[in-house]
């Protein structure tokens, strides 16, 4: 499962004392990949990560990491979405976060799953 410990952050460029205007920050992965835990079949998605940061953003190279331990993880699109979007929370405290997952169609079957926490301002 992925490790949390992979993630690095740096201070918020607009300011730590809660009184900078908020902004969001969008990245898009489009080359996500774990396993069916039924099939054992590769499943193939896109991971959207939004959020306003409170005092810390999510370093890059340390998210695809993050994302890359999940390669080879037997894992529902459900959870993998609300496990990324937990851990995310945990560790940055945003002010509001959201990930949104798009899958890749199986079967004729297309899924898209979306997580939020906090509330968006």
């Known amino acids: 499962m992925a490790d949390t ?3 690095d952050f ?3 460029p607009n300011g730590t004392d809660g009184s900078a205007h908020p902004f ?3 990245h898009i992965n489009e080359e996500f ?4 835990p039924v099939t054992g079949h590769p499943d193939f998605g896109t991971i959207i990560l939004r959020y306003i940061p409170d005092k810390t ?3 890059l190279k340390s998210l695809k990491l993050y994302y890359q331990d999940f390669r080879n993880e037997g894992i529902y699109y459900e959870a993998v979405t609300n496990k990324i979007a937990k851990d995310l929370n945990d560790a940055m405290s945003p002010v ?7 899958w890749k169609g199986r079967g004729g ?7 939020e926490f906090g509330k968006k301002p």
């Open 5 to 7: 410990k992979i993630l």
């Open 10 to 12: 740096f201070d918020n």
């Open 24 to 26: 969001v920050i969008e």
């Open 33 to 36: 990949t774990s396993v069916c």
């Open 57 to 59: 953003c999510v370093e």
């Open 96 to 102: 509001w976060l959201q990930v949104e997952t798009q």
């Open 109 to 115: 079957i297309r899924s898209n799953i979306t997580v």
